[in-house]
């Protein structure tokens, strides 16, 4: 399975805030990128200690994540019922949420096992005649959907690598802003493990500012309080991470920053891997692009 940080840190700033957003914004169409499993069984791991099960057992710190739907459905499938054991990836995530509401699915992926699962999943929920899996690179996957692009559509994009060119000159970054220019809603999702990284996709983000342009790009980044001490000889998954969204209503800004506190709130007084504490800290930004 290539896609190993189910349940990690990483997973938890990106799903509690996409699983908000589908819930609220209610797209027709929503296309994935970078689809990965739709679930996956937990192994206990320190990784996914410090991720997705902190959250269940801190959920009491926080009213608001546990009222939030990323937990509702996670915590309400049957194999959880004694404890979390089973995680949900972002697309059955969004099969979930946008089931009976959405007109059509769209997941990317170069891994066929993927995709097999995902029309697994979606056939089990009645879904599959609205889903479809594209087995093919979705940077130029995107980039060729660009002109039907618009507010209907909810974009995932979420790589590690986001400024990476393809063969055709093309990245993630790239893809997003122009579906963002088009109008669609969406959010791109992106890591770092040092301050360099972070600078380096800071410098990237920035460099498609225009500062006459019309659409305007939100950020949360979420990040250990010891990403600047380059100390760690562990490593949770990430020990920072990034969240881009663009087009959204102001009710999901709203609860995007929410979220990014509250998350903050359940990592007080925390450790890492019993060793180094495992608070975190949040910075937001926002661009014009
Ligand atoms: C970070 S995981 C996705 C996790 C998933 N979005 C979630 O939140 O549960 C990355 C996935 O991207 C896929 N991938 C990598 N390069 C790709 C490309 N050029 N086009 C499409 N998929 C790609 C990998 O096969 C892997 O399954």
Redesign the pocket.
């Known amino acids: 399975m290539?896609?190993r940080?189910?349940g990690r840190i990483g997973?938890i700033w990106?799903?509690i805030p996409l699983c908000e957003f589908l819930a609220i914004e209610k797209p027709t169409r929503y296309i994935?990128?970078?689809?990965?499993?739709p679930q996956y069984q937990l192994t206990g791991s320190f990784e996914q200690q410090y991720g997705i099960l902190h959250i269940e057992k801190n959920i009491k710190k926080s009213q608001r994540i546990e009222q939030s739907v990323y937990w509702k459905l996670l915590s309400n499938i049957p194999e959880n019922r004694n404890g979390v054991s089973k995680y949900l990836?972002?697309?059955a995530l969004a099969l979930n949420i946008l089931g009976d509401s959405a007109k059509e699915f769209v997941f990317?992926?170069?891994?066929e096992a993927?995709l097999k699962e995902i029309a697994e999943y979606a056939k089990k929920k009645n879904l599959a005649t609205k889903t479809n899996c594209l087995n093919?690179?979705?940077?130029d996957?995107l980039i060729n959907m660009v002109e039907e692009l618009g507010s209907q559509d909810f974009i995932?994009v979420?790589?590690?690598f986001i400024y990476k060119k393809?063969a055709n000159n093309n990245s993630y970054y790239d893809a997003f802003c122009l579906g963002m220019k088009k109008g669609a809603r969406g959010m791109l999702w992106y890591g770092f493990n040092t301050v360099q990284e972070r600078e380096v996709l800071q410098n990237v983000v920035r460099s498609q500012t225009d500062n006459s342009g019309q659409t305007r790009l939100q950020g949360i980044e979420i990040m250990s309080i010891l990403l600047d001490e380059n100390t760690l000889d562990v490593n949770p998954g990430v020990l920072g991470c990034g969240i881009l969204i663009g087009n959204l209503s102001q009710h999901s800004r709203q609860s995007f920053q929410e979220m990014a506190q509250e998350v903050i709130k359940i990592y007080r007084d925390s450790t890492m891997f019993n060793k180094y504490p495992g608070e975190l800290k949040f910075e937001e930004f926002e661009i014009q692009i």
Do not use: L, M, R
């Open positions: 290539s896609y940080h189910f997973d990106k799903h994935e990128t970078n689809s990965a499993f990836g972002s697309p990317f992926d170069i891994e993927c093919q690179d979705s940077v996957g995932h979420d790589p590690y393809n």
